[in-house]
C-alpha cells in the first residue's frame, strides 16, 4: 500500500530536483523557496527511510536509492500528465501532445519526411520537437518531459531503464566549404588540421568519444584552434564562411553535401559508425498517435543510405 504522506509535491520537487541536480535551479522553477524545496526532500527521505540525494562538492548528486526512485516517480508523473491531457482532450476536443527529442543529425534527416508522413494521418495530436544533447534529452525522457527520443545509442550506463530499437547507421564526417585548401590533396593529411580552425562536438555529446578516439588513432593528441558546438545554425554559416574544419554526423550535413555547399574531407571515418534509433522507457506504452509517429519515422529512416 502506498504511503499516504506521499504527496504530488513530494515527487514534482524530487523529479526536478534530479533533473537540474541543483535545489536553487529547482526553487526557480518550480516557484518556490530553496527551504521549501529542502524541506519537501528531507520529507520525501522520511517517508522513505533513506537519502535521496548527497552533497558532491559544492553541488548534489542523487544516490543510488534516489536513482531507483526516480524511474518510479518519473513513471507516475507522465501518467499524471497523460491523464489531465486525456481530460482536457475529452472538454476541450484536443489532440494528445507527443513530445520528441531529437538529435541535430535526425532533426534534419529525419524528422521532416516522418512528420509529413505523420500529418497524412490526421490524428489531430499536438506536437513537440524539441533538440539538444543526449543527455539533456535522455534525462527528459527518464522524469517524463519527452515520450521518446530520436538519435545515437547512448553509452551502456546510460541505458538503464530504456528499450533501444535501431533504424540505420551513421557516421561522423570531416566537412569544409567547397574550395578549402585541404581539398587539394587526393588524401588526408592529418598533420594539416591543426592548421585551421576545428569546430568540434562538445564534452556532453554522443559522438565526442567517437571524435576523440579517431583523431587519437591517427595521432592527432591536440587541436589548437578548437570551438566546441552543437549548433547546426553556427556550424553551417561559421564553415561556409572560413577555412574552418566541421567535425559532425553526417545527417546534419547531408543536404548541404548534396547540394555542393559542403564538401567531405577524403577521410576514412567508418570506425565511426553509431547506431541511431528509437529510445523509449522500458515502462511506457506508447498511445496510438505516438505509434504513428514512431513507424512514419521507421519508414522516414529506411530513406537514409546506411552506414554514411
Not at 598533420?191 to 588513432?217: C, D, K, W
Not at 504513428?292 to 530513406?303: N, P, V
Request: glycine share 8%; charged share 20%; with cysteine.
Amino acid at each position: 500500500m502506498i504511503d499516504n504522506r506521499i504527496k504530488f509535491r513530494h515527487l514534482q520537487t524530487f523529479v526536478e530536483v534530479a533533473r537540474q541536480k541543483s535545489v536553487m535551479k529547482a526553487a526557480e522553477l518550480l516557484h518556490v523557496s530553496q527551504p521549501a524545496v529542502t524541506k519537501t526532500i528531507r520529507e520525501l527521505e522520511e517517508v522513505l527511510g533513506v537519502a535521496v540525494f548527497e552533497r558532491d562538492g559544492r553541488g548534489i548528486r542523487i544516490t543510488r536509492y534516489g536513482d531507483v526512485f526516480l524511474k518510479h516517480a518519473g513513471a507516475a508523473l507522465t501518467a499524471l500528465r497523460q491523464g489531465f491531457d486525456s481530460v482536457s482532450q475529452e472538454r476541450h476536443g484536443d489532440g494528445l501532445p507527443i513530445r520528441i527529442g531529437a538529435l541535430p543529425t535526425v532533426s534534419t534527416r529525419i524528422m521532416p519526411h516522418a512528420m509529413s508522413l505523420f500529418l497524412k494521418e490526421d490524428t489531430g495530436a499536438r506536437i513537440k520537437i524539441v533538440t539538444g544533447e543526449n543527455a539533456v534529452l535522455l534525462e527528459q525522457l527518464r522524469v517524463g518531459d519527452l515520450d521518446l527520443v530520436v538519435g545515437r545509442l547512448a553509452a551502456p550506463e546510460k541505458m538503464t531503464g530504456f528499450s533501444f530499437e535501431h533504424l540505420y547507421s551513421e557516421q561522423v564526417v570531416f566537412c569544409v566549404r567547397a574550395g578549402h585548401p585541404l581539398l587539394a590533396g587526393k588524401a588526408a593529411d592529418f598533420s594539416n588540421l591543426g592548421a585551421y580552425p576545428v569546430l568540434m562536438p562538445t564534452r556532453a555529446s554522443i559522438i565526442r568519444p567517437f571524435v576523440e578516439s579517431f583523431l587519437i588513432a591517427n595521432g592527432i593528441a591536440r587541436l589548437p584552434i578548437q570551438i566546441e558546438t552543437v549548433s547546426d545554425a553556427f556550424g553551417r554559416a561559421f564553415v561556409r564562411a572560413s577555412d574552418a574544419i566541421w567535425i559532425i554526423s553526417a545527417g546534419v550535413v547531408a543536404s548541404d553535401i548534396a547540394d555542393g555547399m559542403l564538401v567531405t574531407l577524403p577521410i576514412d571515418t567508418s570506425g565511426t559508425s553509431g547506431p541511431v534509433g528509437l529510445t523509449m522507457r522500458t515502462d511506457a506504452v506508447p498511445s496510438m498517435p505516438l505509434s504513428i509517429l514512431m513507424q512514419t519515422i521507421r519508414e522516414a529512416a529506411g530513406k537514409v543510405p546506411q552506414h554514411t
